[in-house]
Nanobody, 123 residues
Framework: QVQLVESGGGLVQAGGSLRLSCAAS????????VGWFRQAQGKEREFVAG????????YYADSVKGRFTISRDNAKNTVYLQMNSLKPEDTAVYYC????????????????WGQGTQVTVSS
C-alpha cells in the first residue's frame, strides 16, 4: 500500500516556474514507478511525465518535453516535477500516481493516486 500527497502548486505568471512534490508513505516506494498527470477543467486527465522505480528512465508528454523535468529521491520517498517556462495551458490540477510496473501514459494503469494540487498559470 502506498499513500501519495502532492504539494507545491500555486499561482504563477506565464514564463515562471514551480516545483511539485509527491511524498509517499511506505517502505517499498523505490519499487514503484510514478507518473504525473494533470486534469484541466472540463478536460480528461492526461499524462505529463513518468519515472521508473530507480530513476534511470523518464518519459514526457510532447507538450511538456524540454520544459518539465521529473526526478525522484527514494531516500526521501519523494518524486518531483520541476516545471519551467509555464504557459496558461498548463493550468490544471496535477496528480501523482504510482504503479509497480514500468511507467504508463494511461491513468487506468495506476493503482495509487494522490489528492492533487492546483497549478494556475496567468497570462
Amino acid at each position: 500500500q502506498v499513500q501519495l500527497v502532492e504539494s507545491g502548486g500555486g499561482l504563477v505568471q506565464a514564463g515562471g516556474s514551480l516545483r511539485l512534490s509527491c511524498a509517499a508513505s511506505g517502505r517499498t516506494f523505490s519499487s514503484y514507478s510514478v507518473g504525473w498527470f494533470r486534469q484541466a477543467q472540463g478536460k480528461e486527465r492526461e499524462f505529463v511525465a513518468g519515472i521508473i522505480w530507480g530513476g534511470s528512465s523518464t518519459y514526457y508528454a510532447d507538450s511538456v518535453k524540454g520544459r518539465f523535468t521529473i526526478s525522484r529521491d527514494n531516500a526521501k520517498n519523494t518524486v518531483y516535477l520541476q516545471m519551467n517556462s509555464l504557459k496558461p495551458e498548463d493550468t490544471a490540477v496535477y496528480y501523482c500516481a504510482a504503479r509497480t510496473a514500468r511507467p504508463s501514459d494511461s491513468s487506468s494503469d495506476y493503482h495509487y493516486w494522490g489528492q492533487g494540487t492546483q497549478v494556475t498559470v496567468s497570462s
